[in-house]
Protein backbone atom coordinates (compact mmCIF):
# COMPACT_ATOMS: atom_id res chain seq x y z
CA UNK A 1 0.00 0.00 0.00
CA UNK A 2 0.93 3.43 -0.89
CA UNK A 3 -0.69 7.22 -0.10
CA UNK A 4 -2.64 7.77 -2.96
CA UNK A 5 -0.85 9.56 -5.77
CA UNK A 6 -1.14 10.61 -9.35
CA UNK A 7 -1.31 7.32 -11.24
CA UNK A 8 -1.35 8.23 -14.69
CA UNK A 9 -4.76 7.14 -15.63
CA UNK A 10 -6.47 7.75 -18.87
CA UNK A 11 -7.85 11.72 -18.49
CA UNK A 12 -6.38 11.87 -14.68
CA UNK A 13 -3.15 14.41 -14.30
CA UNK A 14 -3.80 15.83 -11.06
CA UNK A 15 -0.88 17.91 -9.92
CA UNK A 16 -0.65 15.89 -7.12
CA UNK A 17 0.98 16.55 -3.68
CA UNK A 18 -1.19 16.87 -0.67
CA UNK A 19 -3.64 19.78 -1.87
CA UNK A 20 -4.89 16.54 -3.46
CA UNK A 21 -5.19 13.98 -1.36
CA UNK A 22 -7.36 14.98 1.62
CA UNK A 23 -6.34 14.80 4.95
CA UNK A 24 -8.50 13.27 7.32
CA UNK A 25 -11.29 14.86 8.47
CA UNK A 26 -14.84 13.91 9.70
CA UNK A 27 -18.33 14.64 8.24
CA UNK A 28 -21.30 15.11 10.85
CA UNK A 29 -22.02 11.52 12.20
CA UNK A 30 -20.97 9.95 9.11
CA UNK A 31 -16.82 9.27 8.86
CA UNK A 32 -14.81 9.90 5.99
CA UNK A 33 -12.17 6.89 5.00
CA UNK A 34 -9.07 7.55 6.59
CA UNK A 35 -5.85 9.14 4.17
CA UNK A 36 -6.88 8.19 1.07
CA UNK A 37 -5.11 4.70 0.08
CA UNK A 38 -4.11 4.01 -3.42
CA UNK A 39 -2.80 0.72 -4.57
CA UNK A 40 -0.70 0.12 -6.81
CA UNK A 41 3.14 0.82 -8.43
CA UNK A 42 3.69 2.26 -11.74
CA UNK A 43 4.41 -0.82 -13.78
CA UNK A 44 0.64 -1.61 -12.58
CA UNK A 45 -0.98 1.29 -13.42
CA UNK A 46 0.89 1.25 -17.17
CA UNK A 47 -0.84 -1.94 -17.40
CA UNK A 48 -4.27 -0.76 -16.32
CA UNK A 49 -4.15 2.44 -18.93
CA UNK A 50 -2.95 -0.36 -21.89
CA UNK A 51 -6.16 -2.58 -21.47
CA UNK A 52 -8.14 0.39 -21.36
CA UNK A 53 -7.02 1.58 -24.18
CA UNK A 54 -7.12 -1.79 -26.16
CA UNK A 55 -10.64 -2.06 -25.03
CA UNK A 56 -13.31 -0.82 -27.43
CA UNK A 57 -16.74 -3.48 -26.49
CA UNK A 58 -19.17 -1.60 -24.35
CA UNK A 59 -19.59 -1.96 -20.52
CA UNK A 60 -21.38 -5.14 -19.92
CA UNK A 61 -24.20 -5.61 -21.82
CA UNK A 62 -25.45 -2.55 -19.61
CA UNK A 63 -25.74 0.22 -21.87
CA UNK A 64 -23.80 3.65 -22.49
CA UNK A 65 -20.61 3.74 -23.97
CA UNK A 66 -17.43 3.29 -21.54
CA UNK A 67 -14.56 0.77 -21.14
CA UNK A 68 -15.61 -2.86 -20.59
CA UNK A 69 -13.09 -3.89 -17.68
CA UNK A 70 -12.22 -0.65 -15.53
CA UNK A 71 -10.88 0.24 -12.68
CA UNK A 72 -11.07 3.04 -10.30
CA UNK A 73 -7.70 5.50 -9.86
CA UNK A 74 -7.79 5.26 -6.29
CA UNK A 75 -9.12 2.55 -4.10
CA UNK A 76 -9.31 2.51 -0.45
CA UNK A 77 -11.01 -0.34 1.50
CA UNK A 78 -12.37 -0.51 5.17
CA UNK A 79 -11.88 -3.87 6.68
CA UNK A 80 -12.33 -2.99 10.11
CA UNK A 81 -16.69 -4.33 10.11
CA UNK A 82 -16.75 -1.99 13.87
CA UNK A 83 -20.90 -2.15 14.79
CA UNK A 84 -21.53 -5.36 12.70
CA UNK A 85 -19.95 -8.60 14.04
CA UNK A 86 -23.42 -10.00 15.07
CA UNK A 87 -23.98 -10.30 11.19
CA UNK A 88 -20.48 -11.38 10.32
CA UNK A 89 -22.05 -14.84 9.34
CA UNK A 90 -24.80 -15.60 6.61
CA UNK A 91 -25.66 -18.02 8.79
CA UNK A 92 -28.09 -15.41 10.68
CA UNK A 93 -28.92 -13.35 8.63
CA UNK A 94 -30.04 -15.98 5.14
CA UNK A 95 -33.22 -13.53 3.85
CA UNK A 96 -31.78 -12.69 0.12
CA UNK A 97 -31.22 -8.94 -0.34
CA UNK A 98 -34.25 -7.42 -2.60
CA UNK A 99 -34.11 -4.32 -4.76
CA UNK A 100 -37.16 -2.78 -3.36
CA UNK A 101 -34.98 -3.08 0.29
CA UNK A 102 -31.73 -1.86 -0.54
CA UNK A 103 -33.06 0.34 -3.47
CA UNK A 104 -36.11 1.58 -2.76
CA UNK A 105 -37.64 4.09 -0.83
CA UNK A 106 -35.14 7.15 0.13
CA UNK A 107 -32.79 5.15 -1.33
CA UNK A 108 -34.56 6.06 -4.99
CA UNK A 109 -33.47 9.91 -4.13
CA UNK A 110 -30.44 10.93 -2.38
CA UNK A 111 -29.72 14.11 -1.27
CA UNK A 112 -26.65 15.81 1.00
CA UNK A 113 -25.49 19.48 1.47
CA UNK A 114 -24.94 20.53 -2.26
CA UNK A 115 -25.45 16.83 -3.98
CA UNK A 116 -28.50 15.67 -4.79
CA UNK A 117 -28.60 12.23 -6.93
CA UNK A 118 -30.97 9.70 -8.41
CA UNK A 119 -31.30 5.84 -9.22
CA UNK A 120 -31.05 5.57 -13.19
CA UNK A 121 -30.97 1.93 -12.84
CA UNK A 122 -30.40 -1.13 -10.78
CA UNK A 123 -29.69 -4.50 -11.22
CA UNK A 124 -29.29 -7.42 -8.93
CA UNK A 125 -28.20 -10.66 -10.09
CA UNK A 126 -27.66 -14.41 -8.48
CA UNK A 127 -25.13 -15.03 -10.99
CA UNK A 128 -21.82 -13.07 -9.75
CA UNK A 129 -19.64 -14.25 -12.46
CA UNK A 130 -21.74 -12.80 -15.09
CA UNK A 131 -21.05 -8.70 -13.45
CA UNK A 132 -17.58 -9.27 -13.21
CA UNK A 133 -14.50 -9.80 -14.60
CA UNK A 134 -10.96 -11.07 -13.65
CA UNK A 135 -10.77 -14.81 -12.92
CA UNK A 136 -9.45 -14.63 -9.65
CA UNK A 137 -11.50 -12.28 -8.31
CA UNK A 138 -14.72 -14.57 -10.07
CA UNK A 139 -12.64 -17.43 -8.42
CA UNK A 140 -12.85 -15.84 -4.74
CA UNK A 141 -16.19 -15.13 -4.78
CA UNK A 142 -17.08 -18.65 -5.41
CA UNK A 143 -14.84 -19.62 -3.22
CA UNK A 144 -16.43 -16.95 -0.10
CA UNK A 145 -20.04 -18.31 -1.19
CA UNK A 146 -21.02 -15.17 -3.26
CA UNK A 147 -24.54 -15.13 -3.36
CA UNK A 148 -25.54 -11.87 -4.45
CA UNK A 149 -24.36 -8.79 -6.01
CA UNK A 150 -26.37 -5.82 -6.55
CA UNK A 151 -25.67 -2.74 -8.15
CA UNK A 152 -27.37 0.95 -8.62
CA UNK A 153 -26.47 3.61 -10.65
CA UNK A 154 -27.14 6.86 -9.99
CA UNK A 155 -26.64 10.31 -11.61
CA UNK A 156 -26.75 13.81 -10.22
CA UNK A 157 -29.35 16.34 -10.66
CA UNK A 158 -27.05 18.38 -12.79
CA UNK A 159 -25.74 15.42 -14.10
CA UNK A 160 -22.43 16.50 -13.18
CA UNK A 161 -21.86 13.33 -11.21
CA UNK A 162 -22.25 9.85 -11.12
CA UNK A 163 -21.52 6.56 -9.22
CA UNK A 164 -22.30 3.09 -8.64
CA UNK A 165 -23.70 1.45 -5.34
CA UNK A 166 -22.37 -1.98 -5.04
CA UNK A 167 -23.24 -4.58 -2.68
CA UNK A 168 -21.79 -8.25 -2.41
CA UNK A 169 -23.59 -10.67 -0.64
CA UNK A 170 -20.56 -13.22 0.79
CA UNK A 171 -21.26 -16.14 3.25
CA UNK A 172 -18.89 -14.58 5.60
CA UNK A 173 -16.92 -11.43 6.73
CA UNK A 174 -14.00 -13.14 5.74
CA UNK A 175 -14.89 -13.69 2.55
CA UNK A 176 -16.05 -9.88 2.73
CA UNK A 177 -12.12 -9.30 3.25
CA UNK A 178 -10.64 -11.31 0.56
CA UNK A 179 -12.64 -9.37 -1.93
CA UNK A 180 -11.56 -6.02 -0.65
CA UNK A 181 -7.91 -7.03 -1.04
CA UNK A 182 -8.80 -8.55 -4.65
CA UNK A 183 -10.18 -5.21 -5.41
CA UNK A 184 -6.65 -3.88 -4.81
CA UNK A 185 -5.75 -2.74 -8.30
CA UNK A 186 -1.83 -4.09 -8.03
CA UNK A 187 -3.21 -7.62 -7.47
CA UNK A 188 -5.23 -7.76 -11.00
CA UNK A 189 -7.54 -9.87 -9.75
CA UNK A 190 -10.34 -7.75 -11.70
CA UNK A 191 -13.82 -5.89 -10.58
CA UNK A 192 -17.08 -5.36 -10.69
CA UNK A 193 -18.38 -4.03 -13.31
CA UNK A 194 -20.57 -0.84 -13.53
CA UNK A 195 -23.49 -0.14 -14.73
CA UNK A 196 -23.78 2.08 -18.05
CA UNK A 197 -27.77 3.09 -18.26
CA UNK A 198 -28.93 4.63 -21.74
CA UNK A 199 -29.24 8.46 -20.84
CA UNK A 200 -26.75 8.78 -18.42
CA UNK A 201 -23.06 9.66 -19.10
CA UNK A 202 -20.76 6.65 -19.66
CA UNK A 203 -18.98 5.72 -16.12
CA UNK A 204 -15.44 4.09 -15.94
CA UNK A 205 -13.34 6.53 -18.42
CA UNK A 206 -11.10 8.82 -16.59
CA UNK A 207 -10.20 9.82 -13.06
CA UNK A 208 -12.78 7.89 -10.78
CA UNK A 209 -12.36 7.12 -6.82
CA UNK A 210 -14.01 3.84 -4.67
CA UNK A 211 -14.22 3.07 -1.07
CA UNK A 212 -14.97 -0.56 -0.33
CA UNK A 213 -16.35 -1.19 3.72
CA UNK A 214 -17.18 -4.18 5.68
CA UNK A 215 -20.57 -4.20 6.46
CA UNK A 216 -20.96 -8.03 8.07
CA UNK A 217 -21.11 -10.23 5.03
CA UNK A 218 -21.63 -7.48 2.90
CA UNK A 219 -18.90 -5.81 0.87
CA UNK A 220 -20.31 -2.25 -0.23
CA UNK A 221 -18.71 -0.26 -2.52
CA UNK A 222 -19.37 2.80 -3.81
CA UNK A 223 -17.68 4.25 -6.93
CA UNK A 224 -17.81 7.90 -8.06
CA UNK A 225 -16.83 10.50 -10.88
CA UNK A 226 -17.31 13.18 -12.36
CA UNK A 227 -18.88 13.11 -15.31
CA UNK A 228 -16.83 11.85 -18.43
CA UNK A 229 -13.78 10.88 -15.90
CA UNK A 230 -13.07 14.76 -15.45
CA UNK A 231 -10.37 15.27 -12.78
CA UNK A 232 -11.94 16.71 -9.10
CA UNK A 233 -10.35 19.95 -7.95
CA UNK A 234 -8.93 17.72 -4.79
CA UNK A 235 -9.65 14.23 -3.71
CA UNK A 236 -12.01 15.57 -0.68
CA UNK A 237 -14.97 15.98 -3.23
CA UNK A 238 -14.51 12.21 -4.84
CA UNK A 239 -14.71 11.74 -0.63
CA UNK A 240 -18.60 14.07 -0.46
CA UNK A 241 -20.05 12.28 -3.48
CA UNK A 242 -19.02 8.59 -2.34
CA UNK A 243 -20.58 9.56 1.27
CA UNK A 244 -23.93 10.26 -0.25
CA UNK A 245 -24.26 7.44 -2.57
CA UNK A 246 -23.05 5.32 0.47
CA UNK A 247 -26.42 6.14 2.05
CA UNK A 248 -28.43 3.06 0.64
CA UNK A 249 -26.25 0.63 2.58
CA UNK A 250 -28.37 1.65 5.72
CA UNK A 251 -30.43 -1.34 4.77
CA UNK A 252 -27.75 -3.40 6.48
CA UNK A 253 -29.12 -1.68 9.53
CA UNK A 254 -32.56 -2.99 9.48
CA UNK A 255 -30.31 -6.61 9.09
CA UNK A 256 -28.70 -5.93 11.98
CA UNK A 257 -31.65 -4.55 13.95
CA UNK A 258 -33.49 -8.45 13.12
CA UNK A 259 -30.47 -10.32 14.95
CA UNK A 260 -30.55 -7.69 18.18
CA UNK A 261 -27.21 -5.63 17.19
CA UNK A 262 -29.00 -2.88 15.85
CA UNK A 263 -27.05 0.32 17.61
CA UNK A 264 -25.80 2.98 15.83
CA UNK A 265 -22.02 3.42 16.85
Not at 109 to 124: D, I, V
Not at 177 to 202: C, F, I, M, S, Y
Request: with cysteine; net charge positive.
Amino acid sequence: MIEARDTGSPGATPEGGQDFWPADKPEGDRKRPNRKILYGAGAAVAAVVVAVAAVVLLGGGDGGSAPKNVLPTAYTPDFSGEGFTRIASRDVDKRPITEAEALGGDAKTLASGKYSFTLAASNLTADCKSVTWGARLQGDLAKYGCSQILRGAYVSADKKYVGQFIVVNLASEDGVKQVQRDLDKATGAGWVRPLNPPGVPAFGAGFSAAYAKTYGHYAVVTWVERAGGVQPASLNEMIDVSLVIEKPADFVWGRLDLVGGGKRR
